[in-house]
């Protein structure tokens, strides 16, 4: 089946800024068109200053049922949703947003649920695990959360600014006192699970984000980036034998929590 | 080829209320899929005391190129544009708008010259004609107006409410002293083309919005609505062997200015 859009149409849309690379609207509108559900998701590109401007309007258009939030709008959205979800609570930020029946909006944040869904979906276990991880922005920042929810042994992070590992570790710490959560050095060796939570590896002549020739072959390797699917990164950890879980099964995992809360799935 | 969605595509708004009838976005999404271009209509249902905030706060939406304006919002987005067509200014009203290069707002009124348009497809001649039209409404201003401006003979207006008719006929005197345009008696014969512009014909069991049954059958009948297309008027005149234009013959001339004046069509 393919997309229609009527004027009966119920609308989704898709904040953030820059856009042009994001993915969810093909794959939300594939949903609706294989399903033959009466609704459409449209990018809005949007700048922070006129993101508040925009999501107050955008709540008084009858036939608008939620959103997708995306960089640089994750945290900006919370002031304008009335309850959030465990782990929007958690992170600070929402990435959906759904009206519901009494008009109200529920928020909540799937990047981490998302990032632990992946990995089971590779049937990697972070459970009890000593986790690795570089890059300690917005998305590791909800990773780190959900790791630390799930009950990883050891997180230990790592970061370009220092200060910003050592901040990432202190929030997870105090949430979680039963995580061996801290910043420390580029070296991923000895732990179950390494994780490369920045950009490098989306640009060709990228440096890998970490050195995998110390990896035991039982180390899995994560990656964020959707594209490509398989990093150089992640490329190098299947040659030593190593497990993998790409970008996609991350975005994968997040976009069936999404069509569930959003009642698109089962 | 159907519509596909991506992060890059160009955003087109239809805004009104209500909107669950409206045909514009089923009309120029089948446009963009048949024609390979990247963009979409969605429509937003909007209530005029949200409207002012929420063009205000598209506007400000980087990959919004353009706006479709239904009631009851067609005046109040004149105060957004910072230029008007022919149309617009003599209407005091627009129903397309668009982004221009240098992120100015251009908006135009085809209401008039779509209608104008559907009777020329039929091969039906109102310049120098003797009109009759029966409504008064928003709709009927435009059309009053794009008559004038073609040059009718004579122009008659009927409303119930007495009162509108008078006033859109002084309009139309003001702006067209050559045209003789008056108020009068729910009357269509002796007329060339005999137009409703009322709702009467949309619902099953409206009375006819006037009587056909002393039309010469060379007075043509025209009536605004496109669901159903052939109503009960216009079945009424075509019995009498008087040439007719109907609803769809004034929207797809309205869509084919809208497509030009959006670059969708030569």
Known sequence: MSLTISGATRLYVLLGDPLDK????????????????????????????????????????????????????????????????????????????????????????????????????????????RVYMVGCGGVARAMALALAELGVAQLRLHDLDARRAASLAETVRAQYPGVACDAGAADPAQFDLAINATPLGMRPGDPLPFDVTGLAPSTAVADVTTKPEITPLLAAARERGCPIATGRDMFEAQTLLAERLFGWSA
């Open 22 to 129: 994001a993915r969810s609207p093909e794959h939300y509108n594939a949903v609706f068109a294989a399903r033959g559900i009466d609704a459409v998701l449209v990018p809005m590109e949007v700048a922070p200053t006129a993101f508040e401007a925009l999501i107050t309007a955008l709540k008084h258009v009858r036939n608008l049922d939620g959103l997708i939030i995306t960089m640089p709008h994750k945290q900006a959205v919370l002031a304008h949703l009335d309850r959030l979800g465990d782990a929007a609570q958690r992170v600070g930020a929402a990435n959906v947003a759904r009206r519901e029946a009494d008009g109200s909006w529920f928020g909540d944040m799937y990047d981490g649920p998302g990032f632990v869904g992946g990995l089971r979906a590779r049937g990697i276990a972070a459970e009890a695990r």
